[in-house]
């Protein structure tokens, strides 16, 4: 059996166009499931109430798949699980026709692969784009990441544990800061030397010394 989906974003946007469609292929008005919701909200009741119905065998039709998911892999991911149920996925109006529905049709697995591609590369570059914003908030002196919600009594009661040789362990124990947060908020420790060559008396100091030991 086909059953229908379709989404606008908002409530002042209608589903005519989609629904028209939609029957235009044949699918009855109690099979198309509707939502009023963008796209990033995760409670889509006509989505959910589509996919609790689908059984082995059905097809879910769209009119273009980015009334699916909320990305391209979301998207592809719904259409993986499905895929698992034995439920395929068929779009109407896009440039790339996808029917996951019939495994035969090389090309239609061939859409599948591209869609896959494209998945990765909007996962890549939004990876890229949030770590170069991250980076840009730094250069600029702005703090990344969430607020602290460290105490400043406690991790200042921490810096003097560490200052008097208490390891790490001992200063979670004594103020209750998780140890993560104390890697991130407390201040590195100065440098250890790494050979046992002995601090190089500057020039003056040698002169200083010398004139002291003559008088």
């Known amino acids: 059996m086909d059953l229908g989906y379709a989404r606008v974003s908002t409530v002042k946007q209608d589903l005519d166009r989609q629904i028209e469609a939609l029957r235009e292929v044949g699918i009855p008005a109690e099979r198309i499931y509707v939502d009023k919701k963008s796209g990033s909200t995760v409670n889509r009741p006509g989505l959910t109430a589509a996919l609790d119905y689908a059984r082995e065998g059905d097809v879910i039709v769209v009119h273009t798949l980015d009334r699916l998911g909320r990305t391209v892999r979301d998207t592809l991911n719904l259409i993986h699980d499905l895929s698992e149920r034995g439920v ?34 909007e996962r890549t570059y939004s990876l890229e784009r949030a770590a170069h914003a991250r980076a840009v908030a730094r250069a600029k002196g702005r703090r990344v990441g969430r607020p602290s919600v460290v105490d400043p009594d406690k991790l200042s009661y921490a810096e003097h544990l560490r200052a008097s040789g208490y390891t790490m362990a001992e200063i979670v124990a004594k103020t209750g800061i998780a140890r993560t947060s104390l890697y991130r908020h407390l201040p590195p420790r100065p440098p250890e ?6 601090e190089t008396t500057s020039p003056e100091t040698a002169a200083d010394s010398g004139s002291g030991s003559e008088i």
């Not at 030397?193 to 002995?198: D, K, Q, R």
Request: glycine share 4%; net charge negative.
């Open 88 to 121: 395929g996925v068929r779009n109407l109006a896009d440039s790339i026709k996808l029917d996951s529905s019939n495994p035969d049709d090389p090309m239609a697995q061939l859409n599948v692969v591209l869609l896959a591609l494209f998945g990765q590369m």
């Open 193 to 198: 030397p790494v050979t046992a060559e002995p």
